[in-house]
């Protein structure tokens, strides 16, 4: 199964980055495909916010871009509208042309956080 | 391009600001895309299509909203009925297009769909 992830809360607060985090890794575990991970609204803070010790609750997604290849993409314009610039590695900036791309290639789309 | 059924659920009162612009930016991407939109108010959503609604510059007004549907030719838009009667809302003038559903059958529309989105 090919699935498209959508991640729109802030990982600091909210557990619902965690929650996505943990479901993609499992979905990898048991031999699914993540098409793209897509973080919109407050989601795009997950491309700001490095993991870190002091905070638990923030997945680590850069290592996850390394060790197993998934395509993290934050939207630019949600990011602007935040203020955020500077990208934690293994991000890319992109629109809602990837999210919509991404939905058409999955055979399920799942989507964290409000 | 394939397309897909996509289901927009409104489900909470708008909020103004950007998280309400970007539900509409997703949808009418989506809807750009050439995809095939639906569109269902329920519970505190139905308040975005209420004559009273108390519209800041923030938020569309049912008028604004609906002719913003209409112009991406999102023409599937449904309202449940049981949500209306629950708050004893009466739709807005402008809601001519927007048909009712009774709640037995959302079940069936979420079925119909390949894609659900909510607000």
Redesign the interface.
């Known amino acids: 199964m090919k699935y498209a992830v959508q991640i729109n809360d802030s990982p600091t607060s909210s557990g619902s980055p965690q929650t996505g985090f943990q479901f993609i890794k499992a979905a990898l575990a048991s031999g699914h495909e993540v098409v793209r991970v897509f973080f ?2 407050e989601g795009i803070y997950n491309a700001f916010i490095p993991a870190n010790a002091a905070e638990p609750a923030v997945p680590d997604w850069t290592a996850l871009h390394e060790n197993e290849g998934i395509e993290l993409v934050y939207c630019i ?2 990011a602007e ?1 935040r203020g955020q610039a500077n990208p934690c590695p293994g991000f890319m900036a992109g ?3 990837l ?2 791309d991404a ?2 290639r999955a055979d399920r ?1 799942i ?1 964290f956080g ?1 | 391009m394939n397309t897909r059924q996509f289901l927009f659920i409104f489900g909470r009162s708008p909020r103004g600001g950007v998280i309400d612009r970007e539900m509409l930016d997703q949808m009418l991407t989506l809807a750009a895309f050439d995809q095939a939109i639906t569109v269902l108010f329920v519970d505190e959503g139905v308040y975005r299509l209420t004559r009273d609604m108390d519209a800041t510059a923030s938020i569309l007004k049912p008028s604004e909203l609906l002719d913003l549907l209409t112009f991406y030719d999102i023409d599937s838009v449904w309202v449940e009925e049981e949500s209306l009667m629950q708050r004893d809302m009466s739709l807005d003038d402008a809601c001519l297009s927007v048909r009712i559903m009774p709640r037995a059958a959302v079940a069936g529309l979420l079925a119909r769909h390949d894609v659900i989105l909510g607000d």
Request: hydrophobic share 45%; charged share 20%.
């Open positions: 919109y609204r314009s949600a509208r629109g809602l042309g999210w919509v939905c058409l789309v989507v409000d």
